[in-house]
């Protein structure tokens, strides 16, 4: 048995250490929103957050996550409350981003994980950090904006929580 806490909750899981954590998340736990594209880590589609990181969970065997934190597109907006959306959900509704869907849940946590690390990045910072995240559809401008736009929801959500008014 290993244990995993995915998207806060501890889970118990029974199988192979060298098994990718892709597919730990999608059949042992059932949890399908990172997303198979690949198997080599190429694409993004399958990117989870790692102790806050942005990782390639097809090509990550499970025991590498053994007793670590793991959060999936399901868990991104956890913390807010129930039923809530993360910033960058927010941002990509309101910038139209998705068209197929299939790429978007790693587009997302890749985002995430960027605006965590610079509040407030360049169009060159979040080119850098969403490369190797494909999109078949192209939609790589909205997702910038998108990005820009989440960037300024978290600086509103954070100035709300302090009590001020934004």
């Given at each position: 048995m290993i244990s995993l806490?995915?998207?806060?909750?501890?889970?118990?899981?029974?199988?192979?250490?060298?098994?990718?954590?892709?597919?730990?998340?999608?059949?042992?736990?059932?949890?399908?929103?990172?997303?198979?594209g690949c198997g080599v880590a190429a694409c993004?589609?399958?990117?989870?957050?790692?102790?806050g990181e942005a990782v390639r969970s097809c090509s990550l065997p499970l025991s590498a996550a053994a007793g670590k934190s793991i959060v999936t597109i399901e868990g991104?907006?956890?913390?807010?409350?129930?039923?809530?959306?993360?910033?960058?959900?927010?941002a990509w509704i309101e910038a139209d981003v998705v068209q197929c869907g299939?790429?978007?849940?790693?587009?997302?946590?890749?985002a995430a994980a960027l605006l965590a690390q610079k509040p407030k990045p360049t169009d060159a910072e979040i080119d850098a950090a969403m490369t190797g995240n494909l999109c078949r559809c192209g939609t790589y401008q909205r997702i910038r904006t998108a990005v820009h736009?989440?960037?300024?929801l978290l600086v509103a959500d954070n100035t709300a929580e302090a009590g001020h008014v934004a």
């Amino acid at each position: 048995m290993i244990s995993l806490r995915v998207n806060g909750k501890w889970r118990d899981v029974d199988a192979s250490d060298d098994k990718p954590l892709l597919w730990v998340l999608r059949e042992d736990l059932d949890i399908t929103g990172p997303k198979f594209g690949c198997g080599v880590a190429a694409c993004g589609a399958c990117t989870v957050h790692i102790d806050g990181e942005a990782v390639r969970s097809c090509s990550l065997p499970l025991s590498a996550a053994a007793g670590k934190s793991i959060v999936t597109i399901e868990g991104l907006g956890e913390d807010l409350g129930e039923g809530q959306l993360h910033p960058v959900q927010r941002a990509w509704i309101e910038a139209d981003v998705v068209q197929c869907g299939y790429c978007q849940s790693g587009q997302i946590m890749a985002a995430a994980a960027l605006l965590a690390q610079k509040p407030k990045p360049t169009d060159a910072e979040i080119d850098a950090a969403m490369t190797g995240n494909l999109c078949r559809c192209g939609t790589y401008q909205r997702i910038r904006t998108a990005v820009h736009r989440a960037a300024e929801l978290l600086v509103a959500d954070n100035t709300a929580e302090a009590g001020h008014v934004a």
